[in-house]
């Protein structure tokens, strides 16, 4: 356990490190880098921190040949020590630059000596730091105490999980695996055909702005993101849900990708939400040593996401109408919870309906194709999918659509030439009638992901 700091362990640590810089410049007779990190509160030496200690390191080596270096990791911090043959002010600007270059690295305090031993300081340059919290001068906000520890603590948690986020683009082999399998998910998803009213090899379903290169497009740019979903899983050491705001940061920069290789079509922001959380926890399962189950994975997800719609839907009733999403809108009208309900619940639509389905299926002999859309055809009979029900009244998710989906299913699906007659029949009406259910789809390529674990 990581013991908690008192004010004389903080004033002999500063003297401890003044006496080491002391020795380290006499002895190198060079530049000298001194990295520390800023952490308020009480615990400053975790695995985390000195990740970032090591981060800010491999920074400097990027840019300057290191004569020297020394590592220490004391209560109050991790630390570093760097001796570097180059002039002092252009080590010092460089060394700015890594303090300024991400969100994160505002907590990296890195001070550089010139060959005389005199701190160089970015005020001689009319350059102070900013504050933690509100970014005005840092000195003036400690001094006056502007800011509670617990605000300072909330916004140094923030800059942790940016920092996490930025982990994960160095790629394991195991998360690659994982990761894989995301994107086989989604491609599988829009390859099986017909899936009525979506986006399939034959048409655009119930859509004008996409197609199926759409998606293709999209899957592809998405392939970084859902690695890097299993990587931050899989470096993950806190709880499980933890983990859920890395997992948001790495999923928006991955939407970002989405919109630029679809020129600006959202072809698959929930899948993003979805398949994210999916593959984090797959990886954080696997650096425990827990069985990489979709039941593991489904019970795990239910705590990470525990009390989303309470934060997340309860608070709209605050917003103006032009303010609502299409998410809040249904909630506050009609109490639906959407996808964060079913997520919350452990996805039971997922786990006792479309895995047993798929399953049974492909135990038939059934082609993979086939037993994605009678898979598609299940979830339909049981899914509040909001995309439906945002062009729509909820009755016709819960009572139209049910019953179509009920009927193929009934006439053998994919199994039989009637069946198949129906689905093929039942994308034209749901195209006709503006149906497109995308939440749905989204479970689909959720249920192959958990499957294939």
């Known amino acids: 356990m990581t013991k908690e700091l008192t004010l004389e362990d903080v004033l002999a640590a500063k003297e401890a490190r003044a006496t080491r ?26 695995p985390i921190l000195r990740r970032l200690r090591d981060y800010a390191v491999q920074e400097v080596k990027k840019q300057f040949a290191v004569l020297a ?33 991400h969100s994160f690295s505002r907590l990296l305090d890195i001070d550089v000596f010139d060959r005389t031993g005199i701190l160089l300081s970015r005020r001689d340059e009319g350059k102070g730091r900013g504050c933690f ?16 520890q617990e605000d300072l603590l909330g916004v140094v948690r923030k800059l942790l999980n940016g920092f996490k986020a930025h982990e994960s683009r160095f790629i394991s082999p195991a998360a690659e695996k994982i990761g894989a399998l995301a994107i086989e998910a989604m491609l599988y998803e829009v390859t099986c055909t017909p899936s009525p009213g979506l986006v399939d090899r034959v048409n655009s379903g119930a859509h004008q702005d996409m197609d199926f290169y759409s998606f293709m497009a999209s899957s592809a740019a998405l392939s970084g993101s859902m690695n890097r979903c299993a990587q931050a899983g899989i470096l993950h050491e806190g709880d499980v849900e933890e983990l859920l705001p890395v997992l948001r940061i790495i999923g928006l920069e ?43 994975v489904l019970r795990n997800a239910s705590l990470m996401v525990a009390g989303i719609v309470e934060r997340e839907l309860a608070g709209a009733v605050h917003k103006s ?50 037993a994605l859309i009678y898979t598609l055809l299940v979830l339909m009979t049981c899914v509040d999918d909001t995309t439906v029900m945002h062009r729509h009244h909820p009755d016709k998710m819960r009572v139209w659509v049910r019953e179509q989906a009920q009927m193929v299913i009934q006439a053998g699906g994919m199994e039989t030439d009637e069946g198949r007659k129906k689905c093929e029949d039942l994308d034209k009406e749901f195209i006709l009638q503006n149906v497109s259910p995308g939440g749905v789809a989204d479970l689909l390529a959720v249920t192959w992901f958990l499957h294939c674990l």
């Open 321 to 370: 109408l032009e303010q609502l999403t299409a998410g809040e809108r249904l909630y506050i009208t009609y109490g639906i919870t959407g996808i964060r309900g079913e997520l919350a619940a452990g996805l039971p639509a997922v786990k006792d309906k479309a895995l047993p389905a798929l399953r049974e299926a492909l135990g038939k002999g059934s082609s993979v194709n086939d």
């Open 133 to 148: 919290v509100c970014g005005g001068e840092f000195i003036l906000c400690r001094r006056k105490g502007l800011h509670s």
């Open 21 to 46: 810089q002391q020795e380290f410049k006499e002895k190198h007779k060079a530049v000298v880098v001194s990295i520390t990190i800023n952490m308020p509160g009480a615990l400053k030496d975790t």
């Open 254 to 296: 991955g939407e970002q990708a989405m919109l630029a290789a679809t020129k600006g079509v959202n072809t698959q922001k929930g899948l993003i939400f979805l398949l994210g959380i999916m593959a984090g926890i797959a990886g954080w399962l696997q650096r425990r040593s827990l069985p990489v189950t979709a039941e593991a």
């Open 69 to 101: 270096e020394e590592h220490v990791n004391v209560l109050t911090g991790p630390e570093a020590l760097l001796a570097i043959d180059n002039e002092g002010w252009l080590v010092k600007q460089a060394a700015m630059k890594i303090e300024e270059t």
